[in-house]
């Protein structure tokens, strides 16, 4: 069985850092491209960052970009996402996601974990 597990979101005032983590079992972790997503209250899931199964191209959406870094640990299984500078618009429910599909597109993902709560005060 396949899970996949999201740790490390809390509250974090504005114009601090945090950093996630994402495991995953019950797959071959380096066969697997992995993603971040996240969601607010009344909005759209939209795609963070992705990094394919070498570790060795992340993508960062656009808006994010400079602000959120993506990496992967094979060896560890697990997968990082970096986040600096945060902003009360970057609160919401970060999920990570596997994949044998690239991409930012959520239906390239077919293992998602519950998700990790980010919040950010002003």
């Known amino acids: 069985q396949v899970q996949v597990m999201e740790s490390g979101g809390g509250l974090v005032q504005a114009g601090g850092s945090l950093r996630l983590s994402c495991t995953a079992s019950?797959?071959?972790?380096?066969?697997?491209?992995l993603s971040w997503f996240r969601q607010a209250p009344g909005k759209e899931r939209e795609g963070v960052a992705a990094i394919n199964k070498d570790g060795d191209i992340p993508l960062i959406a656009a808006s994010l970009k400079g602000r959120f870094t993506i990496s992967r640990d094979n060896a560890e299984n697990t997968m990082y996402l970096q986040m600096n500078n945060l902003a009360p618009e970057d609160a919401a429910m970060y999920y990570c996601?596997?994949?044998?599909?690239?991409?930012?597109?959520?239906?390239?993902?077919?293992?998602w974990g519950q998700g990790t709560q980010v919040t950010v005060s002003s």
């Open positions: 996601a596997a994949g044998l599909l690239w991409g930012l597109d959520s239906p390239s993902y077919s293992y």
């Open positions: 019950g797959l071959i972790f380096e066969n697997y491209h």
